[in-house]
C-alpha cells in the first residue's frame, strides 16, 4: 500500500482543437480549492495553448497515437508510458469535470491502493472509463501503448482510448492490476440529468454525493453555462428540454471557476 506524495504530480491532456485553454485555467483553480496537499498541473499539448504559467506543459505532438477512425482522446494510452511521464505515479483527470469538495479521501484511496491503475467503471456499458485515473507508468500496463503503436487492434464500442484499455487488459488476464473507483469518488452529470426527468430530488442527490462530477459526451460545461444553449433547449426541447436546461446550472457556475 502506498502513501500520498508530498508533491502530488496532476496530469490532464488538452490535444486537438475541441476545448479552449480555459478548462485548464478552471482546473487548476479548482485545484488549488480543493487539494489539501501541495500539488503541480503538468497538461499535455500537441500545439502551442495559452496556458497559465504555473501549468507545466508536457509535449505531446510526438506520442504517436493517432491512427486511423480514432478518436484524439487515444493520445492517452501514452499515459501509462514511464518515457513520456516524468513521476512515478501521477493522478490523471480529465479537463471535463467539475470538483466539487475536498480530495482528501479520494487521495488516500488512489495513492493506498497497490494496483498500478484505479480507474473509473463506466457509466454506460461494462468498460474503463478513463477519466479519472491513478497511474504508476512503466509497470506491467506500459505494454498498453506499446501494443497500439505496433498494430493491435480490437472491436471498440468508441473508437478511443478506454476500450483500448479495457480490451488490452482483459485480453492478458491484467484485471488484478485495476481498482476501480468507489461510486461516490466520480459520478456522472449527465446520468443524473438523464434522472432528473422523472426524480429531480434524485438527480441532485446523485451528484451531491459525488467528491468528482464527470461531464462525458454532451453537453459540456460552458454550453450548459451558456444562456442561448438554454433558450434553445426551453423553446425547442420539449418537456424534457425545459428540464435540462435548468439543472445543475447554479450549482456548475459556483464550482466550475
Excluded at 492478458?172 to 476501480?180: D, P, T, Y
Aim: net charge positive.
Amino acid at each position: 500500500m502506498g502513501t500520498i506524495p508530498e508533491r502530488v504530480p496532476v496530469v490532464c491532456v488538452l490535444v486537438g482543437h475541441r476545448y479552449p485553454g480555459d478548462y485548464v485555467t478552471k482546473l487548476e483553480s479548482m485545484l488549488q480549492r480543493h487539494m489539501p496537499v501541495p500539488f503541480d498541473l503538468w497538461c499535455a499539448i500537441d500545439r502551442p495553448r495559452p496556458l497559465p504559467p504555473s501549468v507545466r506543459k508536457i509535449d505531446a505532438s510526438g506520442w504517436g497515437m493517432r491512427a486511423e477512425g480514432m478518436r484524439v482522446t487515444t493520445d492517452k494510452l501514452r499515459l501509462f508510458d514511464a518515457d513520456a511521464m516524468p513521476f512515478p505515479e501521477f493522478l490523471y483527470l480529465d479537463a471535463t469535470l467539475v470538483i466539487q469538495r475536498d480530495m482528501g479521501d479520494l487521495l488516500d484511496y488512489a495513492f493506498g491502493r497497490p494496483e498500478e491503475l484505479v480507474v473509473v467503471q463506466d457509466w454506460s456499458y461494462d468498460a474503463y472509463n478513463t477519466c479519472v485515473m491513478r497511474i504508476r507508468p512503466g509497470g506491467d500496463l506500459a505494454a498498453v501503448p506499446r501494443a497500439f503503436r505496433e498494430g493491435k487492434r480490437y472491436d471498440q464500442r468508441n473508437p478511443g482510448d478506454q476500450d483500448f484499455v479495457t480490451a488490452y487488459v482483459r485480453e492478458q488476464g491484467m484485471e488484478n492490476r485495476v481498482a476501480l473507483w468507489r461510486p461516490d469518488d466520480v459520478v456522472s452529470y449527465r446520468n443524473a440529468r438523464r434522472r432528473h426527468r422523472t426524480d429531480p430530488e434524485g438527480a441532485y442527490e446523485d451528484l451531491r454525493r459525488g467528491t468528482i462530477v464527470k461531464f462525458y459526451g454532451s453537453p459540456k460545461m460552458h454550453e450548459i453555462l451558456n444562456p442561448l444553449y438554454r433558450f434553445r433547449l426551453n423553446l425547442f426541447g420539449g418537456k424534457e428540454g425545459r428540464a435540462d436546461a435548468s439543472f445543475w446550472v447554479r450549482e456548475l457556475a459556483e464550482r466550475w471557476r
